[in-house]
T-cell receptor, first 116, second 116 residues
Framework: EAGVVQSPRYKIIEKKQPVAFWCNPI?????LYWYLQNLGQGPELLIR????????DSQLPKDRFSAERLKGVDSTLKIQPAELGDSAVYLC??????????????FGPGTRLTVL | AQKVTQAQTEISVVEKEDVTLDCVYE???????LFWYKQPPSGELVFLIR??????QNEISGRYSWNFQKSTSSFNFTITASQVVDSAVYFC?????????????FGQGTRLTINP
C-alpha cells in the first residue's frame, strides 16, 4: 500500500514569492493534516480536513497561508507571499477517519522549504 | 493545556547498548492517547506505537519496549541492543480523546545516534 505522497521534496524560493505544496494521502483516508516542523522542533498542526471540509484551521496564518482539498482526496498548501521565517519542513499526514479511538496518523516525507 | 516534554535533546551510544528515551506529558483529560514516532534522515515520521490512557501494560515489540506509567505521566521508550539503523529523531506525542480534537501534540524530539 502506498504511503502519503508529497511534492516537491525540496523547494528554494526568494522571499515574497509564492509557493505551493502538494499532498496525496493514503488511499481511503478521509482525514488529512498539514503540519509545520521547524528545525529541532516537533511538528505543529496547521490545518485538518475531514473529506473536503477544513474542520480545524485555527493555527493556519490566514493572511498568507491557504489550503484546499477540493475533491476530498489530494490537497494543496500555499504560501503567498513567503517570508524568511517560513523556512521549515511542511508535513502532510492522513488517517482513516475511523472512530477516534482507532485513528492513527501516517506521515509523508515532507517538503523542506528554504526562503532566501 | 496539553504538553509533551522530551528532556533529552540528544543521546549518543555505542551499538548494542540499551537506551531509554524519556517522555513526560501534561494533560487535564482523563482519556487520551500517547504515540511514539521515528523520524529518520529521510524526513518521514514513522508510526511506532499508540497507547490509550486506560492501558498501562508495558508493551514489547522485538527490540523495542514501552513503559507507560500514568502515576508519573511518563511514557518511556527503550531500545534493547541498539543498532546503527536505529539512529533517528524520536518523537513522543499526545492526543486527547475529546470528540473532534484529533490534534497531535508533539514533544521536541530526541536525536538518537548509534555509533558502530
Amino acid at each position: 500500500e502506498a504511503g502519503v505522497v508529497q511534492s516537491p521534496r525540496y523547494k528554494i524560493i526568494e522571499k515574497k514569492q509564492p509557493v505551493a505544496f502538494w499532498c496525496n494521502p493514503i488511499s481511503g483516508h478521509n482525514t488529512l493534516y498539514w503540519y509545520l516542523q521547524n528545525l529541532g522542533q516537533g511538528p505543529e498542526l496547521l490545518i485538518r480536513y475531514e473529506n473536503e471540509e477544513a474542520v480545524d484551521d485555527s493555527q493556519l496564518p490566514k493572511d498568507r497561508f491557504s489550503a484546499e482539498r477540493l475533491k476530498g482526496v489530494d490537497s494543496t498548501l500555499k504560501i503567498q507571499p513567503a517570508e524568511l521565517g517560513d523556512s521549515a519542513v511542511y508535513l502532510c499526514a492522513s488517517s482513516p477517519g475511523l472512530a477516534e479511538t482507532m485513528d492513527t496518523q501516517y506521515f509523508g516525507p515532507g517538503t523542506r522549504l528554504t526562503v532566501l | 493545556a496539553q504538553k509533551v516534554t522530551q528532556a533529552q535533546t540528544e543521546i549518543s551510544v555505542v551499538e548494542k547498548e540499551d537506551v531509554t528515551l524519556d517522555c513526560v506529558y501534561e494533560t487535564r483529560d482523563t482519556t487520551y492517547y500517547l504515540f511514539w514516532y521515528k523520524q529518520p534522515p529521510s524526513g518521514e515520521l514513522v508510526f511506532l506505537i499508540r497507547r490509550n490512557s486506560f492501558d498501562e501494560q508495558n508493551e514489547i515489540s522485538g527490540r523495542y519496549s514501552w513503559n507507560f506509567q500514568k502515576s508519573t505521566s511518563s511514557f518511556n521508550f527503550t531500545i534493547t541492543a541498539s543498532q546503527v539503523v536505529d539512529s533517528a529523531v524520536y518523537f513522543c506525542a499526545l492526543r486527547p480523546l475529546i470528540q473532534g480534537a484529533q490534534k497531535l501534540v508533539f514533544g521536541q524530539g530526541t536525536r538518537l545516534t548509534i555509533n558502530p
